[in-house]
């Protein structure tokens, strides 16, 4: 069969055609067929035509002035045919002219022509459509008025079934503000149009799309939207999807069932109504069913959503339309008279609704003359809407509606200026707002123009979209000064309003002007503004709005009235909505913002049901399930008796609450940022120890002798960290200071940990006074239902034996170890060790528990002491990271010279080519170190000298082999099996002192710089130095030189010759005078001056006897009084 020529192809003929008229009717026929080329029936009509002779006849159609001939065609023919032409041209002079003409008439023409060419870019180059003035224009596109003579569907449809376009266009903006909600679920019904159309032609691909994984998704989200100007779009396109799909019409019936709530009910008499457009018989039958059915008199509001579902049926069924609309106004309500309103200004059709409006007229005048105010003022709004009059209170909406128009008629210039006419009257009604004080006692003045500008600038884009109608192409500025200048004004006066919190009249005109100004304020900050503004000035304006709105309507919903409880919630959600999308906030600031002023069940649900981001819902979902699970109470102080209540039968209780605090950590915070990651973290190490609590059944195994886990003082760290993180989000986002840096005492008690760790060492049970109140001020400043949780589970600690019964029970599979670092590989080996655990600090520990590779299976295999270099901050103050290694790898060699002493840890091997750091491997010391003994204030005089005695011994042992130990402290003296004194942790070790080496609450001035001239620095003098800190601080109980920072430290080493204030204070008393001059000794500032290892144990011991009966800790008689 001799297929027909392609008429396209008349193109490539102008450069031979001589004859003029003939040229022109080639031209004429070519640019026709173009103008065609948005119907997708076939190949491009470009396909296969030489790009030679494509640029000559270009080129001759430019010359000839053929491409000014074109008024022979409609215009959105035209604008296509010449875009069609420019995208098929190669780069150059004909294609720069070509994509000039075509898209002046993609800007200048009307909605018609847009849509077309709109279209087609959207089936191969859609990137322009992004600039923000096109994006406006397909927004204006997709919103003209009802039985407008413009068909969006297949632009609709293809910006969905292309997988990037549906990306950009509805799946980001599906979750963002509500102007992007309403535009992705606008496009979504109008695709639906479109898939119900090819579907009755006999292509069943659009409707399997939009049911497919891709879209059903974000389908499903914008229908469970809780905004209404949202939902009823998408309530709309699964009515008409249910015309070709039983499925989706089974889902619509099912979802009017009378069990279900008034959110399936409303969305499914939507649905509905909507397939009234291709099934008008059957579900006008089921519509009055449904109108008089038990549904409506459970929910009557569910009449007035019913009307949302008309637009696409007065286009498809009008004479259905309209028999259910009078049906509908016939039930007399305002809420009704309202919806129809506005389905009526909407409607280009003047003839449809007759009966309906005359009934509408009849309840609106009727409801004028009522004695309540606020329905007065509703009346006569929606009768000034009705007749549409522009010099009426609502002139703003007629004169948007005459833009909009004018935008499907005449052109983008002439909408253009129509939308500046309706801006001013914007701002003139914002004028009128100003000058009133917004209270409920001036609901009469102020309630018409507020209305007004929420309908009309905020609750939709429109006048938006319009004013972007003037910007020329190319520009990709966003902004829109004027109604940023008004959202400005109208948001101060909101705010004002709020911020006077004034006594609520019990009177309905108080309550809906409050509830109208709260959902203006509502539309107002759920306003696409910030993240799209390129002026930084009109960003950070918006962003300190939302900052204020929070800040406010987080105090509101505390206090509000039943009344208006429900519109603050859904507020502050979409409030909280705003701080994520503008980067007002990390999702884990609301989140912590959340849990520290909400505690009731009721409020945090709300705010989860009103929410529309994911990194909102999640979270504040968690934290509502949380508060159901654990009562949401408060334990602010424990009596005895309450206390002891406490105690009793609630095993299952504390391994539940345990379980709850888990379950929060898993949906803390989503976000992945650094503030979300550390937040989750720090919930989970919450959780883990309180199940670690839970299910402990003896204190030693909540304090491990051991030196690896402990609950307690893991979970007061993770408190500490959680309150920090708490604080700071509180001080961004709500401008209330924390406490940082300090945490607030509330009972003399030693920490919780303290008490557990003397307790397992002296093998009697801890005091259950001090216990309570321990535990009090441990859940001190924790949000309430958290509180709550640490109170119940701690409270099994007063009653657990110090050591658990001998029977054999199985060890939980999730008790958890501490975390490895980052740069441990996968398969935990260095060198020739294989790493079991972390020993003491975790994630950035340097010291671990190891085996042998080759017996990194056998239980019972000896285990070691792996110490990696650690370059921490303090050492950075002085050398670099490469330099300290290298210093390392020199110094390691000097262990081999140790001897074999009882309080010395055995040294075993070093490895200084591991990677991917080097080890120095030592004897596993198994028992408590002295600073932990220290916090548990379980040691006596007598005992701590003997421990000193033992140090001493030790350092005595390493400095005849010429080597210093550099870090001595009391956490590096680890007491073997409780009694022991062994100095551990060589890490730092050798022959010479390096800058860095050290803590800095324990070094020597010469460590700091700070040398006597003619002295040489040894580490055996500095070894002493630290020995007194370490000394005076095992005697005392206290460290004896602090500072707030590291200057300040550093200061108090360097500003003493021997006699701190410390010292001194205690060389006043006449039993530690002898003591004291030992230690001041050590601690000259000339290191020369100091006194070895073996002459300050000599001495020491000399004093023993005496001392050894002072009560420990040792303290000055002062002191001691007020102790």
Aim: with cysteine; net charge negative; hydrophobic share 45%.
């Amino acid at each position: 069969m001799r297929l027909r020529p392609n008429p396209v192809e008349a193109l490539v003929t102008l450069p031979r055609l001589t004859d003029a008229d003939e040229r022109r009717a080639s031209w004429r026929q070519a640019v026709a067929a173009l103008g065609r080329a948005h119907r997708v029936d076939g190949p491009p009509p470009l396909d296969g035509i030489n790009v030679g002779e494509l640029v000559a006849a270009a080129r001759i159609a430019l010359d000839r002035g053929l491409a000014d001939d074109l008024d022979f065609i409609a215009a959105n023919s035209r604008a296509v045919a010449l875009y069609e032409l420019s995208a098929a041209l190669p780069p150059g002079a004909e294609r720069r002219e070509f994509g000039r003409r075509a898209f002046a008439h993609l800007y200048g023409g009307t909605a018609s022509t847009f849509a077309a060419v709109a279209h087609r870019m959207a089936l191969g180059n859609a990137r322009p459509l992004d600039t923000p003035t096109l994006r406006a224009r397909v927004s204006l596109v997709t919103d003209l008025s009802i039985g407008a003579s413009v068909n969006s569907d297949p632009l609709a449809f293809a910006l969905v079934a292309r997988r990037e376009l549906f990306h950009r266009w509805v799946n980001l903006p599906s979750t963002g503000a509500l102007p992007a909600r309403r535009l992705a679920a606008r496009l979504l019904e109008r695709a639906a149009r479109e898939a119900v159309t090819r579907s009755q032609q006999g292509d069943p691909f659009p409707k399997q799309l939009l049911r497919g994984p891709l879209v059903r998704p974000v389908f499903e989200r914008l229908l469970a939207d809780r905004e209404p100007l949202v939902w009823r779009h998408a309530a709309v396109a699964r009515g008409l999807l249910a015309l070709v799909e039983p499925e989706v019409r089974e889902e619509v019936e099912d979802a009017l069932d009378p069990e279900l709530s008034p959110t399936e009910w409303r969305r499914a008499a939507v649905s509905l109504v909507a397939c009234l457009s291709g099934d008008p018989t059957q579900t006008l039958k089921q519509c009055r069913a449904l109108l008089q059915g038990p549904i409506v008199t459970a929910d009557p509001g569910l009449v007035a959503t019913m009307v949302w579902g008309l637009p696409c049926v007065i286009e498809a069924e009008p004479d259905a339309a309209e028999e259910l609309l009078d049906w509908l106004t016939a039930t007399l309500r305002l809420d009704v008279a309202e919806a129809s309103v506005e389905l009526l200004r909407d409607t280009s059709n003047l003839e449809f609704g007759a009966r309906a409006e005359e009934i509408v007229r009849g309840v609106l005048d009727e409801k004028m003359r009522s004695s309540d105010p606020v329905t007065g003022y509703i009346a006569h709004r929606a009768l000034n809407d009705l007749a549409q009059d522009v010099d009426a209170e609502g002139g703003l909406l007629q004169s948007e509606r005459r833009a909009l128009v004018a935008f499907e008629t005449k052109g983008a210039r002439i909408a253009h200026e129509l939308a500046l006419e309706a801006v001013a009257r914007a701002a003139s009604a914002m004028d009128r707002i100003v000058r009133l004080a917004p209270s409920g006692e001036v609901v009469a003045e102020t309630f018409p123009p507020l209305l007004t500008l929420d309908v009309g600038a905020l609750e939709r884009s429109r006048l938006s979209d319009l004013l972007l109608l003037g910007r020329r192409p190319g520009e990709t500025d966003a902004t829109v000064p004027e109604l940023d200048q008004l959202y400005d004004r109208l948001g101060r006066w909101l705010l004002e309003g709020e911020q006077k919190n004034e006594p609520l009249e019990e009177d309905r005109a108080s309550i809906v002007g409050t509830q109208r100004r709260l959902r203006t304020l509502l539309h107002l900050v759920d306003l696409d503004t910030a993240a799209r503004d390129q002026l930084e000035e009109v960003a950070s304006r918006v962003r300190n709005r939302v900052r204020d709105t929070l800040r406010l309507l987080i105090q509101q919903v505390k206090t509000c009235p039943p009344s208006l409880h429900r519109i603050t919630c859904a507020t502050l959600a979409r409030c909280f909505d705003a701080a994520v999308r503008e980067g007002v906030a990390d999702p884990s600031d609301l989140f912590l913002v959340l849990t520290r002023e909400l505690g009731d069940h009721q409020s945090v649900a709300a705010i989860a049901e009103a929410s529309t981001s994911e990194d909102v819902v999640g979270p504040a979902n968690a934290w509502a399930t949380f508060l159901n699970r654990s009562g949401g109470g408060r334990v602010h102080s424990l009596s005895e008796a309450q206390f002891q209540s406490a105690l009793e039968g609630r095993e299952a209780r504390q391994a539940e609450l345990a379980r709850a605090v888990v379950e929060l950590a898993r949906a803390a915070s989503a976000s992945g940022s650094y503030r979300g990651e550390a937040l989750r973290q720090v919930v989970l190490r919450i959780g883990r120890s309180l199940e670690s609590i839970a299910a402990a059944r003896g204190l030693s195994e909540i304090v491990d002798a051991a030196g690896g886990n402990n609950a307690i003082a893991d979970l007061e760290l993770a408190i500490d960290a959680l309150r920090r993180l708490s604080a700071a989000a509180s001080e961004r986002l709500l401008d209330q200071s924390g406490s940082n840096n300090q945490i607030s005492i509330i009972a003399d008690v030693p920490p919780l940990s303290s008490l557990i760790e003397r307790a397992v060492t002296a093998g009697i049970p801890a005091n259950k006074a001090q216990l309570m109140m321990a535990t009090t001020e441990l859940s001190a400043e924790l949000p309430s239902a958290l509180a709550e949780a640490v109170s119940v589970v701690l409270a099994r600690v007063g009653e657990l034996p110090v050591a658990p019964p001998s029977d054999v029970y199985t060890i939980p599979l999730q008790k958890r170890r501490e975390a490895l670092p980052d740069w441990l590989m996968p398969r935990r080996t260095i060198g020739g060790f294989y790493v079991v655990r972390a020993l003491g600090a975790g994630g950035v520990s340097s010291v671990f528990v190891a085996r042998r590779v080759e017996e990194r299976h056998a239980n019972k295999a000896e285990v070691f002491a792996l110490k990696v270099p650690e370059y921490d901050p303090n050492t950075a103050r002085s050398i670099s990271e490469q330099e300290f290694l290298q210093l390392f790898r020199e110094e390691a060699g000097a262990l081999l010279a140790l001897p074999s002493h009882p309080n010395l840890a055995r040294f075993v091997t070093f490895d200084l080519a591991a990677r991917p750091k080097p080890i120095l491997v030592m004897e596993l010391i198994r028992g408590f170190s002295l600073d932990r003994m220290i916090r548990s204030r379980s040691l006596t005089t007598e005992r701590a000298l003997g421990y000193l005695d033992g140090i001493l011994a030790g350092l005595s042992a390493m400095h005849a082999a010429g080597v210093g130990h550099l870090d001595l402290k009391p956490g590096n003296v680890i007491l073997r099996d409780g009694h022991e004194p062994v100095l551990v942790d060589f890490g730092l070790s050798g022959r010479q002192l390096r800058p860095g080496c050290g803590t800095l609450e324990y070094c020597a001035p010469e460590i700091l710089g700070v040398v006597p001239p003619g002295a040489t620095p040894t580490p055996q003098a500095a070894d002493m130095y630290a020995f007194a800190c370490t000394a005076y601080e095992i005697l005392t109980a206290i460290t004896l030189f602090e500072g707030d920072d590291e200057m300040a430290l550093a200061s108090a080493h360097v500003n003493h010759d021997g006699w701190p204030e410390h010292i001194a204070e205690l060389g006043q008393v006449s039993q530690l005078t002898q003591l004291m001059t030992i230690l001041a000794a050590c601690l000259r500032r000339d290191p020369r001056h100091r006194p070895s290892a073996q002459e300050t144990r000599d001495a020491l011991s000399s004093l023993t006897p005496s001392l050894s009966r002072l009560p420990w800790p040792l303290a000055a008689p002062a002191a001691a009084a007020t102790a």
